[in-house]
C-alpha cells in the first residue's frame, strides 16, 4: 500500500456547497450517486428448489400488493418509491391487524391459481441457473395475474372501486402462465442443445422482456398508457425489472463509499472527478499498522435512547478496487445475508408446513462461513468493469449491520487534520479558489500547529504525458505571514 492516498474534489464542495475543507468532512455516497450505473452490480443466479421458488414469488406478489395499496391511497400525489416497499422483510410488524388481513387475502388469491403453481414447479426443476432476464420474463408473466387479482381483493375490501374487466385479465394472464410453464422444458432442450448452455436461453429471455419494454414504450408514446402518471407506471409496467433489482439488497447489507485515486497523474480523472481541473485533489497519509492501512474517521458508530447518533473514531481500511471482464457470480438464494434469521427462516428457507429447503446452511453461520461471506461482499463493493481501470480506485465502505445510514447526515465523517498532508491545486484552479483554500488551511494551521502543511501545483509534463505537481515551497510556511506579504498582492 502506498504511503499517500488521493482524493479529487471540486472547489464548490470544498468551499461551498458542504464546506468540506472546514468541517473535514467525506461523504459516503449511495451507489446511485457514482458515475458508474454498473456501480455494485452483482451477477445474481437463482437455483433452488420448490420451497425457495415458491418463498420467492409469495415474496414478490407480497410486495408489489403494498406498491398497489399505496398507488390506491396515494394516486399520484405522492411519489411512490422503493423506500416505501418493506423488500427486507415483505410482512413487518408495524403492519395493523387490518392491513394484515388484507394482504394475507391478496395473496392467498393470487397463489390459489393453480396456473402459478405449476410455473412455479417448472421453473423450481430448471437444469441451469435462473439468470436476470429469465426471472424478469417469468414475473412480467406473474405481474399480470398478480395485478387483477389483488385489485379484485382490494375492491372486494372497498380499498378501492371495483377495477373494469379484472376477471377477463385473470382469464387472459392464466392462459398466458400456462404457456409460460410449458415453455420452461422447452429452455431445458435449447440449453442442452447449445454449445453455449445458459448463455442461449438469457440471450432469448433478455430479447422477449426488450420487445416487452418496446411495446409499453409505444404504448405511452400513442397516449395509450399516461406517462405522467408515474405512480401507475411504477405499479403496471416496471414493478418486476425494479424489483430484480431491489432484491439485491435481500443478499448484503446497502453499502455506501468515498473513493480515492491510488495517484494524481491521471488528466481524465482530474476532467471528471477534479471539475475539469478547475478543484484541487487532497493528498491524505495512510495509516499502517501491520497489514492493516487506511484511515480513522469520526462518524456515527452508535445509538443511544437517550442521546439519539452517538460518535468516535472508526478506522476504515483503504480497499483497492478490482478490474475484471466479469462480476463475481452470487448464488441468491444461499446468499441471502442481508435480512435476519427470522425473516429467512420465516420467508425463504422454510415452507409454509415446515419443510426445510436445500439451500438453508443448517443453522446460524460457523465463523468460517461468516468470514467467507463478509470476504464475499467486499469482493462485490470493489469489482468494477475493465473500462474504469484508469482511475486506480481506492475506496472506504461503509456499511451497517444494526446501524441505519440511510440519512445523509449519518454518513457524513470527519477526517484527523493531521491525516491531510497537502493540497494540489488543479491546472485551471483559479487564484480566488487558491485564496479561500489557504486562508481555511493557514486556520486550521495555526489551531493544529502545524508548519508542515504542503501546497503543490499540477502541470503537464510533456517528457512523461502526465499530470505531475510541483510543490508551492513558498506557500508551506505559516500561512498567516505569507498572507499579508505576497499573496495578498
Known sequence: ?????????????????????????????????????????????????????????????????????????????????????????????????ELRVLYDEALSE????SELSECVQRIAARVQPVRRNELEF???????????????????????????????????????????????HMVNLIEEGSSSGEHASERMFASLNEAMKQVALIDKYNGIFDASKRNSGFVFLSFPEQYVRNIERLVYPEWYTACFSKDFHNSAVWGTYGDRHQGVCLKFRVKKEGEWSGLTLNRVCGWSSVTGATKGDVPHPLLPVTY???????????????????????????????RVSICDFGGDFSEEERDDFWKAFMVSATTKLKDWEYEQEYRLVLYGNVLDFSDKADRVANYDFADLEGIIFGLNTTDADKLAIMKIIDEKCQQHQR??????????EHATGRIEATELGHLKVILSKVASGAVSA
Open 1 to 97: 500500500m502506498e504511503d499517500y492516498i488521493y482524493r479529487f474534489r471540486s472547489a464548490r464542495s470544498l468551499l461551498e456547497n458542504y464546506q468540506e475543507l472546514q468541517k473535514q468532512s467525506i461523504y459516503f455516497a449511495k451507489l446511485e450517486e457514482l458515475n458508474d450505473p454498473m456501480e455494485g452490480f452483482k451477477d445474481i443466479f437463482w437455483s433452488g428448489d420448490d420451497i425457495v421458488w415458491s418463498n420467492l414469488f409469495r415474496h414478490y406478489i407480497q410486495c408489489m400488493a403494498h406498491a398497489f395499496f399505496f398507488l390506491c391511497i396515494a394516486q399520484e400525489e405522492h411519489a411512490l418509491t422503493w423506500d416505501m416497499i418493506p423488500v427486507l422483510d415483505a410482512r413487518p410488524e408495524r403492519l395493523t391487524d
Open 324 to 354: 475484471q471482464s466479469k462480476f463475481v457470480a452470487i448464488d441468491f438464494f444461499r446468499s441471502l445475508g442481508g435480512v435476519s434469521a427470522p425473516v429467512l427462516n420465516r420467508d425463504w428457507h422454510r415452507s409454509q408446513d415446515g
Open 138 to 184: 417469468y414475473l412480467r408473466n406473474v405481474h399480470e395475474l398478480a395485478v387483477p387479482c389483488v385489485a379484485r381483493v382490494f375492491a372486494r375490501r372497498k380499498v378501492h372501486p371495483p377495477f373494469l374487466g379484472v376477471d377477463e385479465s385473470i382469464e387472459n394472464a392464466k392462459s398466458k402462465l400456462a404457456k409460460v410453464a410449458d415453455s420452461v
Open 451 to 460: 508548519e508542515d502543511f504542503k501546497f503543490y501545483q499540477a502541470y503537464y
Open 110 to 113: 393470487v397463489l390459489s391459481q
